[in-house]
């Protein structure tokens, strides 16, 4: 529990951030909460030499919309998505996620942006941004580009990420006024990662689901975004056959690791269960 | 002024029976506590492991050169630097040896392999990585029964040869010990002749008792005197200070062990580990203080497990419920050594209270120990030397018994109960139970949750589960209990041929003030708010000017330590035993105050006063202050007196618990609706501790019965060796405990006390367990094994065909 030495940066800005990152390559990571690396540099699975702490950093904080978007600073906590009116009102399913997320101590350092960058499919965060089509601002040494979540997860901590990028800002197109979502997430206990879970945000037209995306949280070396079981609804009323439809093309992209949560076969069958749970909650909130 | 009334002077005093706030906790909650990890003397250096990643391997070669040369670092000893002194092996309480760095093999994952001493921590840790062991993997023995088969790989080679194992012949090469009780012939006869039989192989899992403070030590050893001081975690200071003596061959007066505050302990800090004798080596060598702190992995993973036993469990029953026989045979895994922490005597502990709450006529119980290639240990998490594995075998056979009978399991237990007239009890395995009053008990906790009604609505809730109304089952726990506690009588109890009393030494200050010392060692059980109240019973001065001290073998009394809920039944009697050769000194003083007989006097609450003339009295304060000033002609001055106290037997608590769980099918997930236990410990000293301790034993039963599990994949890897998957509940997943009492005193306890602590785990567990299994009793499933985690729940349910569309 005792993690190798390191030397310890901190930057005041995102362009110095950058300029430090990119100086020290792959022997630098950026610290956010430092709630997913410092464990994992405890346990001596990571061993950064530098760490570059963006926590001075004020313009990855905050929380704003733009245009139809929320942008959300990587900097901003988890705790804070949670005390945050704007989130409850046009994104209730990330105050809903965040809760869901580890405990209260871990929220208040836990960022979003870690969260997202991080790449560990035990994430809750990653399958929410699949779902809501969320794009990552990246900034790097060659300046600023953004990538869409649902290119961003390549496999299990692998991402689109270049060594001396961070992700500067998530950006949230907002879901219709009238849209049902909900995060279904089955845990063994408070502080544990998913056994399985499952997001969804679906709109409906008259009973008929309009609008629908699934994504699925901890069933695969990184976050699933559903499409063919958001497709195999989308046109229904959600009716018992077309949700087992769902549910099978659901399971069907599954290939999660067989641990102490249970067999993969186990984990496979939450995520259905999680999603029919997550769909008859999303649909009883949609209007 | 009028004098107060003997009420309001008993209630000053907060003695037996007061909700006295734990004084201990002062400190506590304002972190104000001293642990081992908070010494920090001058020059101390700091001790790392190098452990095996492996199972079972050959150790081919070990450089340490790179380790050395790190920057911090002072010495890498091995198994080469411990073998001339004789130590790379240390004795254990089962009788057999324990490697204290491995020396040309490791039998299990992260065993001690090499100990770094660096001036911090960091280096220390640095260094580890640094050293470079060849390793030559073998064949990996994880499951006991594999272990007895005829091709297993040899685990333990330093064995060869030695057929006699500690507790008689070894039947193969990774036996232990064969161990049995009871009557075969009779019981093999009431089998035959039986008119319904069940059997079951009830298996409970690897635990580990996990308290949140690891197991740690500081050493140090002062060259110029030849004196070795240690400070640790040790639930048994005294113990540990005569085997450090044995095998240091320092002279038991020059070695000093300290017990500071301990974090919980519950089994785990009862045996001597690896890192406590590196370290004295270290300081030893060095001639500097060290200090050795485990992480929550290498506790989870090396210093003593509990349960892994596997339990094939039969009954023998009448068609009309009437019990006639038992028969268990038990696996019991030991790990890689043999460092099981029973009483020499009782290489299965007390198993053979596996009998239960229960009038068998005739029983039989067998028990063999073998090897494998996991963690040493088999410590009684939580409860005395394995009775919660017994109390699980015989309340889930019971319930398999009830359902092949088609009886309700309350019946069943009601009909077979031990009857009150019945005690004291002699038990088909050998126990005399002192004292109990089980049908009043069950009947009340059945009373108080309304049992009829729950069954009459599982009936209904069962109807809509078939009729598609709902996904969910209910689940009735029943559970009845006894504890068999307080070891023990000399004549069948020991530790290395050390007969398991314990002791107090009780000294009164001439005002009146109080330092008591005793044997035991509380790890947060409120010894020093209880043992206070004793003595303010049988004294009559305040708990509040009363100090308890226990952990410092220099000056506290010789005792046995704190397991297996003994403090009050050994400690707590002794404490009541001075007290009163304390007061019959003080009659005698307060005659010759009132110049009368001293038969002429009569004691009353807080003083004695003179028979038929209440007017006429001294008080234990006045009395206090003669002992120092105006003692008869030819006494002695002072009040004081030591006490070693040999229980006569066991004390044996016990309790009834219902509770009520709703499965979600479809997911495993069980909730627990309602939890009620009632608990029968005899006297009731404390009863807000009492109800602390109960929590907390409920809590640890839920985490054991729903989670917990230190579990081996077949490679010999821990799979899941942190708190991320050691089940750890917190307040969010606890549930909601009802507790209750009823109050049936020990016959033979200076007080009629008879220990709690543990009672909680042993009536716990197969409560959860029943209430679980009662979920899908319906559809002919007769046992589902612990941990009732999520997907072992959902996959019970799927074996049942719950899920089909
Ligand atoms: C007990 C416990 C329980 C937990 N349970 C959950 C849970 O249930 N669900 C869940 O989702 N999480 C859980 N977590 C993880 C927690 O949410 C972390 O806070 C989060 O995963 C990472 O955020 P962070 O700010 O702490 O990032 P850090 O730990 O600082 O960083 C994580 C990784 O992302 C990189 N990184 C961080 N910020 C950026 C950036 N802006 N740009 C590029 N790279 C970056 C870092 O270099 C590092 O590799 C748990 C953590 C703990 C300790």
């Known amino acids: ?287 | 002024m009028t004098e107060p009334t003997s009420e309001q002077r008993t209630q000053s005093l907060q003695g037996l029976g007061c909700k006295r706030k734990r004084t201990e906790d002062i400190r506590f909650v304002q972190g104000k506590g001293n642990y081992v990890d908070d010494l920090k003397l001058p020059g101390t250096l700091y001790g790392d492991f190098v452990r095996s990643p492996y199972g079972h391997a050959r150790i081919k070669g070990i450089d340490a050169s790179k380790a050395k040369a790190l920057p911090g670092v002072i010495a890498v000893l091995t198994a080469a630097d411990l073998k001339p002194l004789n130590l790379h092996y240390m004795p254990t309480l089962a009788g057999d040896v324990a490697a204290v760095l491995a020396e040309d093999k490791v039998l299990y994952q992260n065993q001690e392999v090499a100990f770094v001493i660096a001036e911090d921590r960091y280096a220390a840790a640095d260094a580890v990585e640094l050293v470079e062991v060849d390793y030559e993997p073998l064949p990996v023995v994880v499951d006991p029964f594999k272990a007895m088969a005829p091709d297993a790989p040899v685990l333990r080679e330093d064995l060869a040869g030695k057929t006699d194992g500690a507790h008689g012949k070894r039947k193969h090469h990774n036996h232990i010990f064969a161990w049995e009780m009871g009557d075969r012939g009779a019981t093999d006869q009431a089998f035959t002749q039986a008119e319904v039989t069940i059997k079951e192989l009830i298996s409970y899992q690897r635990v580990h008792p996990c308290p949140l403070e690891t197991c740690q030590c500081v050493a140090s050893f002062d060259k110029v005197k030849g004196e070795l001081t240690v400070w640790g975690t040790f639930q048994a200071p005294h113990v540990i200070r005569t085997v450090a003596s044995l095998i240091s061959k320092i002279p038991e007066h020059k070695v000093h062990v300290i017990a500071p505050d301990i974090g919980g302990g519950f089994g785990n800090k009862v045996g001597a580990y690896p890192g406590y004798i590196c370290a004295v080596v270290a300081s030893i060598v060095t001639g500097r203080p060290v200090k050795w702190v485990e992480d929550r992995t290498e506790n989870l993973t090396t210093t003593s497990f509990a349960r892994d036993y596997h339990m094939t469990a039969e009954i023998a029953a009448n068609r009309d419920g009437r019990i006639t026989a038992l028969r268990v045979n038990v696996l019991a895994d030991h790990g890689a050594f043999d460092a099981c922490a029973d009483p020499s005597k009782w290489p299965a502990g007390f198993f053979n209270i596996v009998t239960g709450s229960y009038d068998f006529p005739v029983a039989h119980v067998s028990v063999d120990g073998v090897y494998t290639n996991k963690a040493p240990g088999g410590v009684a998490y939580r409860c005395s030397f394995r009775v919660t594995e017994a109390a699980y075998c015989i309340e889930r056979a019971m319930d398999i018994l009830a359902q092949k009978l088609e009886m309700d399991p309350a019946d069943l237990r009601m009909k077979n109960l031990i009857r009150r007239e019945q005690f004291p009890y002699h038990s088909a395995l050998g126990w005399e139970y002192d004292s109990g009053d089980y049908h009043t008990a069950l009947q009340r906790a059945m009373n108080a949750v309304g049992y009829r009604q729950l069954r009459t609505e599982q009936q209904a809730r069962l109807a809509a589960f078939r009729a598609g109304k709902t996904r969910e089952l209910m689940g009735i726990g029943v559970a009845f209990f006894t504890e068999i506690v307080g070891a023990g009588p000399s004549r069948n109890c020991d530790i290395l041929g050390i007969a398991m009393f314990d002791s107090a030494e009780i000294r009164i200050h001439p005002t009146g003030a109080v330092i008591a010392r005793m044997g035991t060692k509380s790890q947060g059980q409120g010894h020093e708010t209880t043992y206070a109240q004793i003595i303010a019973s049988e004294l009559g001065l305040p708990a509040d000017d009363i100090i308890i001290e226990e952990g410092n073998t220099d000056t506290a009394p010789y005792g046995l330590g704190t397991y297996g809920s003994r403090s009050t039944p050994t400690a707590g009697a002794a404490t009541a035993m001075a007290a009163r050769k304390i007061r019959a000194k003080a009659q005698m003083i307060a005659a010759h105050l009132l110049e009368v007989s001293e038969y002429d006097l009569e004691w009353d609450v807080d003083r004695f006063r003179l028979k038929g003339n209440p007017e006429s009295f001294k008080t234990m304060k006045e009395i206090a202050w003669a002992a120092y000033s105006n003692v008869p002609p030819g006494m002695e001055q002072g009040l004081e007196a030591v006490s070693y106290y040999d229980p006569p037997n066991m004390t044996f608590p016990f309790g009834a618990y219902i509770s009520v769980v709703d499965v979600d099918v479809d997911t495993g997930v069980v909730k627990v609706r309602r939890f009620y236990a009632l608990d029968d410990c005899g006297t009731r000293i404390n009863p807000m501790i009492i109800e602390g301790q109960i929590h907390g034993g409920l809590t640890e039963a839920f985490a054991i019965a729903m989670g917990q599990e230190i579990h081996y994949d077949e490679d010999g890897n821990v799979t899941g060796p942190s708190l991320m998957d050691y089940f750890l509940p917190t307040a969010v997943e606890t549930p909601k405990w009802e507790t209750d009492w009823t109050t049936t005193p020990s016959p033979h306890h200076p007080i009629g006390a008879k220990g709690v602590g543990e009672s909680p785990n042993v009536g716990g567990v197969p409560c959860f367990a029943n209430a679980v299994n009662d979920a899908f009793r319906a559809f002919g499933s007769t046992h589902i094994a612990m941990p009732h985690d999520n997907w072992r729940t959902w996959t019970a349910a799927d074996n049942l065909g719950l899920h089909a569309a």
């Open chain 1, 1 to 287: 529990m005792i993690p190798a030495a390191f030397e310890y940066h901190r930057p005041r800005s995102i362009a110095e951030a950058v300029a430090v990152l990119a100086d020290l390559g792959e022997a630098a990571r950026p610290l956010a909460g430092g709630h997913s690396l410092i464990p994992m540099m405890k346990l001596r699975l990571a061993g950064p030499e530098h760490l570059v702490d963006l926590g001075r950093i004020r313009d990855l904080k905050g929380i704003r919309t733009e245009g139809g978007d929320i942008v959300i600073g990587a900097m901003t906590t988890q705790q804070e998505l949670i005390a945050s009116d704007l989130i409850a009102a046009k994104l209730p399913i990330l105050r809903e996620t965040s809760l869901l997320i580890a405990d209260p101590q871990v929220r208040y350092v836990g960022t979003l942006g870690g969260n997202v960058a991080n790449g560990d499919p035990g994430n809750d965060m990653p399958a929410v941004m699949l779902c809501l089509g969320a794009v990552y601002h990246v900034v790097g040494p060659t300046g600023e580009h953004r990538v869409a979540a649902r290119d961003f997860y390549l496999g299990a901590y692998v991402t689109a990420l270049d060594p001396g990028e961070i992700v500067t800002a998530i950006r949230i197109p907002l879901p219709p006024t009238g849209h049902g979502s909900a995060y279904e997430k089955l845990k063994r206990k408070i502080g544990d990662y998913a056994t399985a879970a499952a997001a969804v945000v679906l709109t409906l037209d008259r009973g008929v689901v309009a609008t629908c995306s699934i994504g699925l949280t901890n069933v695969a070396d990184m976050p699933l975004w559903a499409e063919d079981a958001a497709l195999a609804l989308v046109g229904t009323n959600l009716d018992t056959a077309a949700v087992k439809r769902a549910v099978a093309a659901a399971e069907a992209i599954t290939a999660p690791a067989s641990d102490n949560r249970g067999p993969a076969a186990y984990r496979t069958k939450m995520a259905g269960v999680m999603l029919i749970r997550a769909l008859a909650r999303a649909r009883a909130q949609a209007k």
